[in-house]
């Protein structure tokens, strides 16, 4: 199936946000969060928060490069969690929003994966930008379970530079 870019065009706060992490438990089983190297941009809230998730790692590596985001020098530590459950209620209690995930509170960037380690939702918080990485088909499913997501994405054509919103 061929992905294709859907941006958030408004940030996923409250109910749209609580609505998107119970609607990425069902697309996805893996999701990741960025620190910096050593946790010392984290104040103590998000060294907790890793802590509490630790359980639910997948694996840790230091990178230079994910979703959405290429380091120009050094790499930093990205983590994979299993999303379960008990993870994605932490995540529900740690922000309200999408773009919450970042430094100093929280760790960076959560983005949603699918089985097979793809992206299916990337956010890149301090920049204000999210969007999806899913086919025609997921995104119609997408819609069909959270209708009010039809007015917060907009197909973005990278061949044709230009972005518009799914209706036109």
């Not at 990741?32 to 590596?61: A, I």
């Not at 983005?111 to 918080?125: G, K």
């Not at 990485?133 to 997408?142: F, G, N, T």
Request: glycine share 2%.
């Amino acid at each position: 199936m061929k992905k294709r870019i859907y941006n958030l065009l408004k940030e996923p706060r409250d109910n749209d946000y609580r609505d998107l992490l119970d609607f990425a438990i069902r697309e996805c089983k893996y999701f990741l969060l960025v620190t910096d190297k050593d946790n010392k941009q984290l104040c103590p809230t998000g060294k907790l928060l890793l802590e509490r998730l630790s359980q639910f790692l997948y694996k840790l590596e230091m990178k230079s490069e994910w979703p959405g985001t290429i380091l120009l020098h050094g790499q930093v530590p990205v983590y994979t969690y299993f999303l379960v459950p008990e993870s994605l209620v932490i995540l529900k209690k740690s922000a309200t929003s999408l773009y919450q995930w970042q430094r100093p509170n929280l760790p960076d960037d959560l983005c949603f994966l699918r089985s097979d380690e793809t992206p299916w939702l990337v956010n890149i918080a301090h920049e204000n930008d999210g969007y999806f990485e899913i086919s025609e088909q997921e995104k119609k499913h997408l819609v069909s379970v959270l209708p009010h997501y039809r007015a917060m994405i907009s197909y973005y054509d990278m061949t044709e530079k230009h972005s518009f919103k799914e209706d036109e």
